[in-house]
């Protein structure tokens, strides 16, 4: 298949996400059903810095994994099988973190789909700074139709 990029317009029609938890600016490439590439633009003005920590601002590692979740989300939702579903977070495994990441870094975020059937999937994931990867790992995730996932509202 033919990659294709997004802006933040194709991003939230995609995903459910929005501010403060959309953590994706733009799509540089997906591939459907094989891998995503995303950036993500650290500013100051991320609602986290206000409490991780004041005075010396990091990102957390878990909204790192939360992001490289939804870069992966897209390489599965722009399959045409998958098109009305939502992509639920099943676990996370050897997640490793290199680099402290703070204001004024840029994430490239890259995960390859290497495993999905019927509902269940898992991807690697990692996140460069300057060609350096900062933070690695596994992403295993579950398929739900969004009729089921509504149905309990």
């Not at 590439?37 to 005075?55: A, C, I, S, W």
């Not at 840029?106 to 990867?133: A, F, H, T, W, Y």
Request: charged share 25%; no cysteine.
């Amino acid at each position: 298949m033919e990659a294709q990029n997004f802006d933040i317009k194709k991003i939230m029609e995609l995903l459910p996400h929005r501010y403060p938890f959309l953590l994706v600016d733009r799509v540089l490439e997906v591939v459907p059903g094989e891998k995503a590439v995303g950036l993500k633009n650290v500013t100051m003005n991320e609602p986290f810095f206000q409490g991780h920590f004041p005075g010396e601002p990091l990102m957390p590692g878990v909204l790192q994994i939360e992001a490289l979740a939804q870069v992966g989300a897209l390489a599965v939702l722009t399959m045409p099988e998958y098109k009305n579903n939502l992509l639920l977070f099943a676990g996370v495994e050897k997640f490793r973190f290199k680099k402290l990441v703070q204001p004024g870094d840029q994430l490239i975020m890259e995960v390859e789909v290497s495993n999905i059937r019927r509902s269940v999937g898992k991807g690697k994931g990692s996140i460069k700074i300057e060609d350096k990867v900062v933070t690695s790992g596994e992403l295993l995730f579950s398929v739900v139709p969004k009729a089921d996932y509504n149905a309990g509202e």
